[in-house]
Every structure is written in structure tokens, then in C-alpha cells.
């Protein structure tokens, strides 16, 4: 085999983990367990497939190979007998099953198995961090040193997430299952609350990070992705996908050559990509074919549809988006929706109908000391012509803000209003 | 990181000879697949040659020739954009496509360039230059 077996097998394991660890917890009914099964049959792997080459069927191997490891383990660990017995017939059971099957077998259950790990791996039993850990790690298919790079986080600490969320889910005894009934909802949201963690943070780096944490944008994607096809009926699950595929278009676009931030009306739409704007469309459409009213995640997806749709900022629907960003203000209110809200509807209506939202929340405490507040506010005095107290809005943007960019631009605005 | 999967021509796809059921279900299968799996960005097939056409370029001339073209192995049939981790993802997955034409076929990888790939080729000038044309072309069309 050639001298880059490694790099194969590497792929390989990029490409069968996630399943392979959801159909071993399956029959274990442990993470913690099914994954270091995983991990036997990967050294397995890594041991036998340079000399043997990689087989036809990769995944079955790992499959089959973690199976009899899991036998090995049980009969030679002192494990409760009940459970022992019962689990060592059930994997009796599956390999007595004909090989050939076993492929199809997988392939049966894998969705729901898939699925089932996601939904426990982001259990809210667990911290918001161990359930990042954990999914990057068991469905993303990262390992432990790329998921500190990537958080810039010490290995150890990752390490102890991960060891203790296994545990943790072990003694609670969580059931490695799709949730359903009243259940689902508060799950799923955890679920998608977790993959776009994990996006903001890939796309919060910035030039000179570790590539690994851009990279964490590709990771969430793939998962949002991966989560659209096993549950296509959820509107929401389209929805966060569409709100990463549109803001991911951006990528390119929204920092400048010596990597200053450019605002989303700056940027050189150009720039944009296409192929990601096409997909997250179309996933927005998806979601809202499904009915119903929008979620935030497709609330929040249409409003960067807006943009994405626009071949030039005046062509921006922003009648639209004010009236997306009042839904979005109804179900999950926030006062930095709300400014935002307020420059839609400036944009829609002019500057007068703005600003009286905007001055709705200069009382609100959380905002007190957030620089884009008198500065949305000193634009659309200075539209309004109100230049004084334009300049003195421009002013105090200038002492909240310590980004020297943005002071500069600020300062010109405000001599401006002479 | 993204890679541009291009299935090779033979002389059924330039004569335009459509894959049989078998095939298109084979294909739909794996299309199914990489897409469950989040890795499909886009894929086409595409029309035989003599269908297209090419621009050559000498100088500042430039003459039109229209298809089909000779050399079918040198020909695209087909290609995915994907997006994995590395090549030998993208190869591992290329390695599960069936085969798509009857007999001796090809399938080329090449990774797509991302931004950050022109390293100091693409200096900030060159950037502001191309932010200039493009602002100029995009003027010229309103």
C-alpha cells in the first residue's frame, strides 16, 4: 500500500466515525464505550490496513472489527451480569447476521442512530462547552488536540469535557435516543443552538488564527447539513442551515486587505459566494414550504436573504426586512434586534420612523455602553439633519468604542457635522 | 477546503449516449450520500461537446470553435463540488463513486483556491485593483 496509508485511513475515519460510533452506542447504550470501541477498531485499522490495504468496504470493517472488540471487552470486564448477558446476545445476535447484510444493516439504522448520538451528544444535562466538545468530537469527527486548537482552550481542558460529559451521561443513564413529544422541541433547539456555537466561532476568527478555527465554519456547516438530512421535517433545521450558508457567502467579503472588518453594505458583493448563497436560499425555502410561522433560526436566515438576494444595496428589500426583523423582535426579543430592527425600518421608511425606536432604547440598561447605539443613533440625527446632536451622538460612540477603525470612521462623521 | 471532482468524457457520453438505469440509480444513491453526509456543494452533468464551443485567445484576438472536440479522455463529462477536510477525504469519497461509464473511465480532483491560497501574490494593491474593476463594471451596468 502506498506510504500515505495514514492519510487514507485518516479519511476513511473522517468519513465512518460519526456512524460508526451512533450504531455502536446503539447496541452498547454507552458513548463513552461505543466511541473507545470506535477508537479499538481504528488502531486495528491503523495496524493492519498498510500491510493488508485499505478493504472495499471500509465502514463494515470498522464495523464488524469494534463489534468483536465489543465481545472481547464484555466477557473480560467485570460488568453488571443482567446487562452483560443481555448485551452479549444482542451482539451474538448481530454477528450471527451474514456479513454481506451487514452494510445494508448499517445503513437502515444509521439515521436514526445518527441522529439519536447528536441528540444526546448535546444533551442539556451536559454544559454548553462539553456539548460542543462533544458533538465536534463524535459527529464532527475532531479530535481533542483540534478542538483545543480551534477554542483555544488548553488539550487538558477539552480532554476533561469530553471524559466527564460521557460520564455525566453515563450516570444519569441518558437513553441514546431520538427525543419525541414535548421533549423534542426544547432538544432540537439545544441541538441547533450547539452547531451555530460552534459556527460564530469559526467565524468570529480572525487573520493569523490557527486555521483550525475558521475551519470550525466548514465543521458547523457539514453538521447543519448533515442535521438537514435526518431531519428534513423540522423547518428550523433548514432554517439555521440557511442562516450558515448565507453568512458563510460572506466569508470572503467581510475583512479587508489588511484585515479590517467591512460592514455587510461595504462589501464587495462580488465577493460574495454564489455557490452558498444558492444553498442557503434554497434551504430557506425549504424551511418555509414546510408551513407554519418562521422560527428564529429562518427568521434570521430570511433577513440574510435579504442581503444575499440584493445584487447592490439600494436593491435591498428593506421594507421586507423590517417587517422580518418585527417578527423576529416578537418571538425572540432582544434589544440588539430591536436596533436593528430600527435601521430597517429607517432604511425602509426614513430616518424619522427609526429613530423613534431607536430612542425607545436608550433607557435600556443592557445597552448602556454598546458604542453601535449612538452611533446608529447619531446617522439618523445627522439624516435628519439634526447635525448638533448628531455630533454629540458621533462623540460618545467615539468614547465607547476602543477599535481604532471604527473611532476613525466615527470621528469623521462627527466633523462632518459642522 | 473544496474540490473540483470532474468526471472524464469517453465516446458514448461525447455521443451522446445516456447512463443506464442501473447507472443513474447507482449515481443517485452516492449523490444521496454525500449530500446526507454534508459533503456535496453541487455537482452537473454535462452535454456532449459538440454542444459547447471554445474561445481561444492569441494576443488580443480571440476566434470561436465550435464542438465537438477530438480527445474525449480530455473532456469533462460531469463534475461535484465538495467540500472536506483534505484530499484524501476527497479521494476516499471519489474512491465510492461507481464507476461512471461502461469500461475504463477517470475521475480528476482538484482542490478549488480559497482567498487566503494567493498568499502574498495577491498583495493589497492587487486587491484594491480588483475591487476597482469590479465597482467599475458594476457602475457600467446600472
Known amino acids: ?418 | 477546503m473544496r474540490f473540483m471532482v470532474m468526471v472524464k468524457a469517453d465516446e458514448n457520453s461525447e455521443a451522446g449516449v445516456m447512463p443506464n438505469e442501473q447507472l443513474l440509480r447507482e449515481m443517485g444513491e452516492y449523490n444521496e450520500e454525500m449530500v446526507k453526509a454534508g459533503v456535496m456543494l453541487a455537482g452537473e452533468g454535462l452535454h456532449p461537446s459538440s454542444k459547447g464551443a471554445r474561445v481561444k485567445f492569441s494576443g488580443n484576438e480571440r476566434s470561436v470553435v465550435d464542438g465537438p472536440f477530438a480527445e474525449a479522455k480530455e473532456l469533462i463529462a460531469g463534475y461535484w463540488l465538495i467540500q472536506v477536510k483534505s484530499l484524501d477525504e476527497a479521494i476516499e469519497w471519489v474512491k465510492r463513486c461507481p464507476n461512471p461509464m461502461e469500461g475504463e473511465s477517470e475521475i480528476e480532483i482538484r482542490q478549488v483556491f480559497e482567498a487566503e491560497d494567493f498568499g502574498d501574490e495577491f498583495t493589497p494593491e492587487l486587491r484594491e485593483q480588483e475591487n476597482r474593476i469590479r465597482e467599475q463594471a458594476e457602475a457600467n451596468q446600472q
Request: a negative charge; proline letters at 6%.
Open chain 1, 1 to 418: 500500500m502506498a506510504p500515505d496509508a495514514h492519510g487514507a485511513i485518516d479519511a476513511v475515519w473522517r468519513i465512518e466515525s460519526a456512524r460508526l460510533i451512533a450504531g455502536l452506542a446503539r447496541i452498547v447504550r454507552d458513548v463513552g464505550l461505543a466511541e473507545d470501541l470506535a477508537q479499538d477498531a481504528l488502531v486495528a485499522a491503523l495496524e493492519q490496513w498498510p500491510e493488508s490495504g485499505v478493504p472495499e468496504s471500509p465502514g463494515a470493517w470498522l464495523m464488524a472489527t469494534a463489534k468483536h472488540r465489543a465481545v472481547d471487552r464484555l466477557r473480560h470486564k467485570q460488568m453488571a451480569e443482567r446487562k452483560q448477558e443481555e448485551i452479549g446476545r444482542e451482539l451474538e445476535l448481530e454477528q450471527q447476521r451474514a456479513e454481506p447484510d451487514l452494510d445494508a444493516e448499517i445503513d437502515d439504522d444509521i439515521g436514526d442512530d445518527l441522529l439519536s448520538l447528536i441528540f444526546t451528544a448535546c444533551h442539556p444535562l451536559l454544559s454548553p462547552e462539553a456539548r460542543v466538545a462533544l458533538t465536534l468530537r463524535l459527529i464532527g469527527a475532531l479530535t481533542t488536540p483540534e478542538i483545543a486548537r480551534a477554542f483555544l482552550v488548553p488539550e487538558a481542558t477539552v480532554a476533561q469535557r469530553i471524559v466527564r460529559a460521557k460520564r455525566t451521561l453515563a450516570e444519569a443513564q441518558v437513553p441514546i435516543e431520538v427525543p419525541r413529544g414535548s421533549d423534542r422541541d426544547p432538544r432540537l433547539a439545544s441541538v441547533l443552538a450547539v452547531v451555530y456555537v460552534i459556527f460564530n466561532e469559526g467565524y468570529s476568527a480572525t487573520a493569523g488564527d490557527d486555521w483550525l478555527r475558521p475551519a470550525l465554519c466548514e465543521d458547523a456547516l457539514r453538521l447543519g447539513r448533515i442535521l438537514a438530512g435526518l431531519a428534513p421535517e423540522e423547518p428550523e433545521v433548514h432554517g439555521l442551515a440557511a442562516l450558515m450558508e448565507i453568512q458563510a457567502s460572506r466569508s470572503r467579503a467581510r475583512t479587508g486587505p489588511s484585515g479590517e472588518p467591512i460592514l455587510l453594505l461595504d462589501q464587495d458583493r462580488g465577493r460574495w459566494d454564489y455557490v452558498l448563497i444558492d444553498r442557503g436560499l434554497a434551504a430557506l425555502q425549504r424551511a418555509e414550504a414546510l408551513g407554519g410561522a418562521l422560527g428564529p433560526y429562518a427568521l434570521q436566515a430570511a433577513i440574510a436573504a435579504c442581503h444575499a438576494r440584493a445584487r447592490t444595496p439600494e436593491e435591498t428589500d428593506w421594507d421586507r426586512m423590517a417587517g422580518l426583523y418585527g417578527a423576529l423582535a416578537q418571538i425572540a426579543p432582544s434589544p440588539v434586534v430591536e436596533l436593528n430592527r430600527a435601521v430597517a425600518v429607517s432604511m425602509a421608511f426614513g430616518p424619522a420612523a427609526g429613530l423613534e425606536l431607536v430612542d425607545a432604547l436608550t433607557s435600556e440598561p443592557s445597552l448602556d455602553g454598546y458604542h453601535l447605539l449612538p452611533s446608529v443613533r447619531g446617522d439618523l440625527l445627522a439624516r435628519l439633519s439634526r447635525l448638533d446632536e448628531a455630533r454629540a451622538e458621533f462623540e460618545r460612540a467615539v468614547s465607547l468604542t476602543d477599535n481604532e477603525r471604527e473611532r476613525t470612521l466615527l470621528l469623521e462623521r462627527a466633523a462632518g457635522c459642522a
